[in-house]
């Protein structure tokens, strides 16, 4: 992946604009700080190597070189998305699980925001607001998924197994670029019907662990 691919794969998609970097320290960061100067609604900041990504929990998130798909979207706030911003992280992740969806795959959705395949981590999600006194201005999603083998880190540096599209395929991955697309276009239809319940239902739908017993360790204690 680089810029020239990139740009051609997505010109046919509506976007406000588009960020590209060799190396960065986190998509995130560029986006928000983006969005704070005025970017557009739909604007994307895209890396091929992330090195200070940042997950929930203040957790991080290393995006090797040429290995993964390391996406910013701005999106600047209509009223039915204020309304509903606590979807957000769905609308995220029922675009990221829809995408893999088209390409073979059967990804569920760890609540709130990891994707798995196989119940092993693909794809994590972060989404941030821009404020601008008491109002939320807009918002940055970021998304990391693992794309090729190589994007999987060592087993001992994390809390639950890891995966990537290459090794749950058994075979090459489509392009980054290409799965960039795909989930873009997918978050632009959701977005439509982020006050409909056909997004909560497909939200439901791909959940991970339905009707399972799960243990929930809180402050030490294992709760069942």
Known sequence: MNETSLKKTLSQINIGGLRYFDSIGSTNDEALAWA????KDFSIVIADEQTRGRGRLHR?????????????????????TKTHL??????AAVSIANSLLTFG???KIKWPN????????V???LVESVWSGNDVDSLVIGMGINVYKDSVPPSDSLQIPATSIEDELGKESPAREEIAKNVLLNIMEWREKISTLE?????EK??????????IISNGEIIQ
């Open 123 to 125: 794809a994590g999600i």
């Open 105 to 107: 795959l059967t990804p």
């Open 86 to 91: 606590s979807r957000t992280v769905g609308l």
């Open 114 to 121: 990891d994707i798995l395949l196989n119940q092993k981590k």
């Open 60 to 80: 991080t998130w290393h995006t090797p070189k040429g290995s993964a798909l390391a996406i910013s979207l701005i999106l600047r706030l209509d009223e039915k």
């Open 206 to 215: 791909h959940l991970a662990f339905r009707y399972q017993q799960v243990n």
């Open 36 to 39: 704070a100067s005025g970017a």
């Open 199 to 203: 997004l909560l239902k497909t939200w």
